[in-house]
């Protein structure tokens, strides 16, 4: 699609407002709608977007494969990690409130890690998914 | 009025779907299917489900989407009239239906306060959800909090899928012929 | 009112059939997961329907409301929907390697060609 200009100038103008969107999703979930999956599938988007008007090669230069698949079990040992912490410090696994001495506080804070492993691990597989499918086609 | 639009969009999914099965041509077939998603979200705004309704936008109607159509370049966009008379499957498909729809008479009517799914757990997470967890939206404070194990479990899933993927297509590419000088060189692909 | 009432599950119903037809009787392999993929939909839609309380809202605790529907089902599905994607993506890796092994994706024509010797 290089030969493309209206693709890439619209691409250029929302891939910031579409990453921007997913961190407020990722972040704002306790509050209003969204949370860790949305928020992984939308940054997802927004790189696969970037992938499909500029192409694999400079996907590759942003995102490099071997980060992202690294990142994809990150998420998952974020969570599984948050469950070690509240068992380390004395509580059952992934109990949240003994993360803080303030009441609410210790919530908080577990249900915000435990979604954004969510969100890295989704967002990471569907990257990925998006790279693997799209380097077969050569 | 909420009831009428639910009706029309569920009818209208139901054409879609139909319009799915009909089409030859993979393409029309995967831009119906992101259709069907936006319908299917559409609908689940109109039953309260924001979250889920989020989801099925981004997931179903993008990167779904997007996943087809790259398979679509992958292989061939064409689907074959196939030679079996389609009657076993048919017959299949309108007994299973019949009984579920028979089934259907036992369940609550759509939107019953008193249905058996609202009198137990749920409750007490609305009541005690924003209390125990600082999160008013209760969907984030059963999924994070409540429910951890199984959305660990689900991200788990996630996970091996994404490896599954990676495992089945980032090897060397199936069709390259074996090189007839090295005769030792089979298997080397699947790093 | 009973005959609407009970709506939402024939559509549940019809969508399941569609999706199970396209699953069983097409022998295209895209077809079978696109397939899958009414049939996986339908279903959410049965439990997203049982959760709604007429007159509730979202989820959401705010002021001033005070019926709400049942965000358990909520929870469930936002998952499926998630790991749904992510096993179409197998299924579709799957789809590609077939097609790369036997260059159709025609299930009749797969099996005629491991029936040659």
């Keep these: 699609m290089k030969h493309h200009l209206i693709p890439r100038v619209i691409a250029k103008l929302t891939i910031p407002g579409i990453l921007l969107f997913a961190l407020y999703v990722q972040f704002h979930g306790d509050y209003g709608p969204g949370g860790g999956f949305q928020a992984g599938v939308i940054f997802g988007a927004g790189f696969i977007l970037y992938g499909l008007v500029f192409g694999l090669e400079n996907l590759r230069k942003v995102a490099p494969p071997?980060?992202?698949?690294?990142?994809?079990?990150?998420?998952?040992?974020?969570?599984?990690?948050?469950?070690?912490?509240?068992?380390?410090?004395?509580?059952?696994?992934?109990?949240?409130?003994?993360?803080?001495?303030?009441?609410?506080?210790?919530?908080?804070?577990?249900?915000?890690?435990?979604?954004?492993?969510?969100?890295?691990?989704?967002?990471?597989?569907?990257?990925?998914?998006f790279m693997t499918f799209a380097g077969r086609l050569r | 009025m909420i009831l009428a639009i639910d009706i029309v969009l569920l009818v209208l999914l139901a054409v879609v779907g139909i319009a799915i099965i009909r089409l030859r041509n993979l393409f029309a077939v995967v831009m119906l299917s992101g259709i069907y998603s936006l319908l299917m979200a559409c609908i689940f705004v109109l039953l309260d489900a924001v979250d889920v309704a989020f989801t099925e936008a981004a997931v179903g109607a993008g990167i779904s989407t997007v996943l087809m159509l790259g398979v679509l370049a992958l292989t061939k966009n064409r689907e074959k009239i196939p030679v079996t008379t389609p009657l076993l499957p048919l017959v299949t498909v309108l007994v299973t239906g019949g009984l579920l729809i028979y089934g259907t008479w036992d369940l609550p009517a759509f939107?019953?306060?008193?249905?058996?799914?609202?009198?137990?757990?749920?409750?007490?997470?609305?009541a005690e959800g924003e209390h125990e967890t600082g999160a008013p939206n209760i969907v984030t404070a059963v999924l994070a909090s409540y429910r951890g194990y199984d959305t660990l479990g689900?991200?788990?899933?996630?996970?091996?899928?994404?490896?599954?993927?990676?495992?089945?297509?980032?090897?060397?590419?199936?069709?390259?012929?074996?090189?007839?000088?090295?005769?030792?060189?089979?298997?080397g692909g699947a790093s | 009112m009973e005959v609407l009432g009970h709506f939402n599950y024939w559509v549940v119903v019809v969508l399941m059939m569609i999706g199970f037809y396209a699953l069983i009787a097409r022998g295209n392999l895209i077809k079978k997961i696109v397939g899958l993929n009414i049939f996986q939909a339908s279903v959410f839609l049965l439990f997203i329907t049982l959760g709604k309380v007429t007159g509730g809202s979202a989820p959401i605790i705010a002021e001033g409301i005070t019926v709400y529907s049942n965000p358990l089902?909520?929870?469930?599905?936002?998952?499926?929907?998630?790991?749904?994607?992510?096993?179409?993506?197998?299924?579709?890796?799957?789809?590609?390697?077939?097609?790369?092994?036997?260059?159709?994706?025609?299930?009749?024509?797969?099996?005629?060609?491991?029936?040659?010797?």
């Design chain 2, 111 to 126: 939107g019953d306060p008193n249905a058996p799914i609202h009198l137990h757990v749920a409750p007490a997470y609305l």
């Design chain 2, 154 to 187: 689900e991200v788990t899933v996630i996970f091996t899928a994404g490896i599954g993927v990676l495992l089945l297509l980032s090897g060397g590419l199936g069709r390259r012929r074996r090189d007839p000088d090295e005769p030792n060189s089979g298997g």
């Design chain 1, 66 to 129: 071997q980060i992202v698949t690294a990142f994809i079990a990150v998420g998952v040992l974020l969570y599984g990690g948050v469950g070690v912490v509240s068992q380390i410090l004395g509580a059952n696994y992934l109990d949240y409130d003994v993360l803080s001495a303030v009441d609410h506080d210790g919530q908080h804070l577990g249900i915000l890690l435990v979604e954004l492993g969510v969100g890295i691990t989704v967002a990471a597989v569907m990257m990925t998914i």
């Design chain 3, 73 to 117: 089902p909520h929870v469930l599905i936002l998952t499926a929907i998630v790991v749904g994607v992510a096993t179409t993506a197998l299924g579709l890796a799957l789809v590609v390697r077939i097609h790369e092994s036997y260059s159709t994706i025609e299930e009749n024509e797969i099996a005629d060609m491991d029936r040659e010797p």
